[in-house]
């Protein structure tokens, strides 16, 4: 079964700094694609990066990149320059593309507190 | 603009009284799903949609249906609601295809409240 671990629940990072928010994901299906939301206080869910099981490249937007470790099995978001706009909580999610084809497993969430 | 749109945003019933929260997306996407995140939970899949008249259950299936009669349309129908499934209900789409997909709407929720 998917399944999706995110171990920082809260996380603290000075305005102006780099983050990285934790991921980790475990599939035995070898395509699947993997997603980071952010949800502010006001409740939405805003997509920020997506990145496919055999993209060859770490995924950027912006200061937003996801760094893909396939063996690992990790997809950590980091966050540059970070704006206290982005406190919000952060959700990893991946969807599996061939056996379970659809399916979606989101991680817990992190919060993220940017202090001034 | 592109973009999903669920109603209500806000519902208040009673119990085994059946309700139907409709999702529309304009994006002619192929893939569309439901979610309902809980406090504490996270989100969790419910059901989704590969295609016309193709649906599958995700996670927490149990008291709900789904149907796609037609692409941009995926409504989420609570036949006999219980307590329970009171939770903030959203609806999403995307492309679809692992390798494809480049970004994924969602639409503003469903504050759901059975009484």
């Known amino acids: 079964a998917q399944k999706i671990t995110q171990t920082q629940p809260g996380m603290f990072v000075q305005e102006k700094e780099a983050v990285t928010l934790d991921c980790t994901y475990d599939t035995s299906d070898p395509s699947y694609g993997l997603f980071w939301y952010k949800q502010p206080s006001s409740g939405e869910m805003i997509f920020l990066i997506y990145q496919g099981s055999y993209d060859q490249q770490n995924a950027t937007e912006g200061r937003y990149s996801l760094n893909f470790q396939k063996a690992r099995k990790s997809a950590n978001l980091v966050i540059s320059a970070s704006q206290l706009g982005d406190s919000a909580m952060y959700f990893c999610?991946?969807?599996?593309?061939?056996?379970?084809?659809?399916?979606?497993?989101f991680g817990d969430g992190t919060t993220l507190t940017v202090k001034p | 603009e592109a973009q999903v749109t669920q109603n209500p945003r806000y519902l208040i019933t009673v119990t085994g009284k059946k309700l139907t929260v409709t999702c529309s997306q304009n994006?002619?996407?192929?893939?569309m799903s439901w979610y309902r995140q809980d406090p504490g939970l996270g989100l969790r899949q419910i059901y989704y949609s590969m295609n016309v008249e193709v649906t599958d259950k995700g996670d927490v299936p149990e008291g709900y249906k789904v149907s796609r009669k037609e692409k941009r349309n995926f409504p989420l129908i609570l036949e006999s609601p219980s307590p329970n499934q009171t939770s903030l209900y959203f609806c999403a789409s995307s492309v679809g295809y692992v390798g494809l997909d480049t970004e994924a709407f969602f639409g503003q929720g469903t504050r759901l409240t059975v009484v």
């Open positions: 994006m002619n996407h192929e893939y």
């Open positions: 999610a991946m969807r599996e593309g061939n056996t379970n084809a659809g399916k979606s497993t």
